[in-house]
Nanobody, 123 residues
């Protein structure tokens, strides 16, 4: 059974940094893409970033490019999201996701989801 467990969320001020972690269990994920999807109150789920399994290619939408960095440690089955220069509009529940395809994560349709961790950015 695949499980994804996020950690690292919290309340920060605008301009601060925060690092999220997600550890996967239930299978080996080195060949799987891993990523993050977020959902703000009253809004649809939004793709944040993904990193492919084999090549480590990273994808970012314009909304986070230059501020967020994704990385992974395959030995630990863990993916990280370093978030810098946080803005109030980054406030959301952040979900860890994994799928054989990076595109599936980018389309907000991964095979597996975590339960999410809340990130709140105050002004």
């Amino acid at each position: 059974q695949v499980q994804l467990e996020e950690s690292g969320g919290g309340l920060v001020q605008a301009g601060d940094s925060l690092k999220l972690s997600c550890t996967a269990s239930g299978r080996t994920f080195s060949n799987y893409a891993m990523g993050w999807i977020r959902q703000a109150p009253g809004k649809e789920r939004e793709f944040v970033t993904a990193i492919s399994g084999r090549t480590g290619n990273k994808v970012y939408p314009d909304s986070v490019k230059g501020r967020f960095t994704i990385s992974r440690d395959n030995a630990k089955n863990t993916v990280y999201l370093q978030m810098n220069a946080l803005k109030p509009e980054d406030t959301a529940v952040y979900y860890c996701a994994t799928d054989p395809s990076t595109l599936a994560i980018a389309r907000v349709g991964p095979a597996f989801w975590g339960k999410g961790t809340q990130v709140t950015v105050s002004t």
